[in-house]
């Protein structure tokens, strides 16, 4: 886990939580990741930067909230995908849905 400043906590939008930590994760943690722990979970304090790595998700986001009980707003990545989980027959990582316009 990498620990950072601590700033204020509150609570945010779902929409703000996942755009501070879709570029926690692009700006600091993608490039330690993605080419060894492809398929992990990665859960982020999004007011810190801190963050933990997990075979699933709750196991992720429980680390996190043990070594940072006073985390209120979470954002977790699935490492090499763009989302979570996925609707459907195929998945979106490597497919032409996942391709950014």
Known sequence: MRQA?????GR????????L???IYERDIKKQVESAHHGKYVSIDIDTGNWTISDDLLTAASLLREQCPEVVDVWSVKVGYKALHHFGGRPLQGSEWSKET
């Open 21 to 23: 930590g879709k570029s």
């Open 5 to 9: 400043k601590t700033h204020a906590r």
């Open 12 to 19: 945010r939008t779902k929409e703000s939580t996942a755009q």
